[in-house]
């Protein structure tokens, strides 16, 4: 079974604070992603990586960065945190290379982030 | 452009059938996929589909394809309380994303 992790189910940090979420996948999976989720909006892609030390742009990047050194770990980092940050982070992998034709996304079980 | 649309509320019975509805965009071959999410828990994928094919079946759920109208449903048989949750629809997208809809509770009346 895949498994993906992360590292807090619940945090609760303070304006201004820098935040770092952390996600690790073992099934030797490509792509990995990062959403936030918050209720009447759904799932909104923050970031996303296709290979280690690569990354690209979701949706909604502004006041995040992501750091992928090693395959398996995907970070999240809030670099100051603020209250419209406040949200349930969501982290994803899954298999994709140019010959992929699926590529279904396994999630970890989330963090609920609370910045006061 | 892409998008995934369902309706953002289901309310049925215990015991009756629930039939979660999604429409999509996507005109070329693709796959398509639904996921569950429980209160406070992640997603869980239930199944797929790719666009040939016209349905599937694993156990209480049902997939229905309708490719014309692109139209995809999840039929679950027999509606306990435990299938109380978020169903999301996702089409694959370009670069190894998927379209996500804004998901659909499912509401269980005893």
């Known amino acids: 079974d895949v498994k993906v992790t992360q590292s807090s189910r619940y945090l609760v940090k303070r304006t201004g604070e820098k935040v770092f979420l952390e996600c690790v996948q073992d099934?030797?999976?490509?792509?990995m992603f990062w959403y936030r989720q918050d209720p009447g909006l759904g799932l909104r892609l923050i970031y996303f990586?296709?290979?280690?030390?690569?990354?690209e742009k979701g949706d909604i990047p502004e006041g995040y960065s992501v750091s992928r050194e090693k395959k398996e770990r995907f970070s999240l980092i809030l670099e100051s945190a603020s209250t419209n940050q406040t949200s349930m982070y969501l982290c994803a992998s899954s298999f994709g290379t140019p010959t992929t034709k699926r590529y279904e996304q396994y999630f970890g079980p989330g963090t609920r982030l609370t910045v006061t | 452009g892409e998008d995934v649309e369902q309706s953002l509320f289901l309310s049925v019975r215990e015991g009756d059938s629930s039939v979660i509805n999604c429409t999509y965009t996507d005109s070329s071959s693709t796959y398509l996929y639904w996921y569950k999410q429980e209160p406070g828990a992640g997603l869980q994928l239930l199944t797929y589909?790719?666009?040939n094919m016209d349905m599937k079946q694993d156990q209480r759920l049902t997939v229905l394809l309708n490719k014309k109208d692109k139209h995809l449903s999840l039929r679950i048989a027999d509606t306990q309380t435990g299938d109380s949750a978020i169903y999301f629809c996702?089409?694959?997208?370009?670069?190894?994303?998927?379209?996500w809809g804004a998901g659909t509770k499912l509401i269980i009346k005893p």
């Open positions: 589909i790719f666009s």
């Open positions: 996702a089409e694959r997208g370009s670069n190894y994303q998927l379209i």
């Open positions: 099934m030797d999976h490509e792509n």
């Open positions: 990586s296709y290979d280690v030390k690569m990354k």
